[in-house]
């Protein structure tokens, strides 16, 4: 299994940015793609984005298009969420996933690797 730290939450002000970054460790040799979800209070975990080893297929959540975007450094086993134009529904903890089963251009299939989660705030 691979392991996953997520860092770079915080408090930011509506319109504000945030890069997130999830340090994968362990199985780090296999090629796999990674995700990012979130969960609000009271709310179920919910899809955000997700990059295929290669870096080629990009796959984004309606609600993020546009001003996120999931990048990733191989050589560093780092995957990157940079946040642009938050706003407050975007307030949740943010979680990391690896291993993915399946990803293309209109579906990301979630692998059993989860990091810890960070928390994003923000603030109207």
């Known amino acids: 299994q691979v392991q996953l730290v997520e860092s770079g939450g915080g408090l930011v002000q509506a319109g504000g940015s945030l890069r997130l970054s999830c340090a994968a460790s362990?199985?780090?040799?296999?090629?796999?793609?990674m995700g990012w979800f979130r969960q609000a209070p009271g709310k179920e975990r919910e899809f955000v984005a997700a990059?295929?080893?290669?870096?080629?297929?990009?796959y984004y959540a309606d609600s993020v298009k546009g001003r996120f975007t999931i990048s990733r450094d191989n050589a560093k086993s780092t995957v990157y969420l940079q946040m642009n134009s938050l706003k407050p529904e975007d307030t949740a903890v943010y979680y990391c996933?690896?291993?993915?089963?399946?990803?293309?251009?209109?579906?990301?299939?979630?692998?059993?690797?989860w990091g810890q989660g960070t928390q994003v705030t923000v603030s109207s």
């Open positions: 990059i295929s080893w290669s870096g080629g297929t990009r």
């Open positions: 996933n690896a291993e993915g089963t399946y990803l293309s251009a209109t579906y990301y299939s979630p692998g059993g690797s």
């Open positions: 362990g199985r780090t040799s296999r090629t796999y793609s």
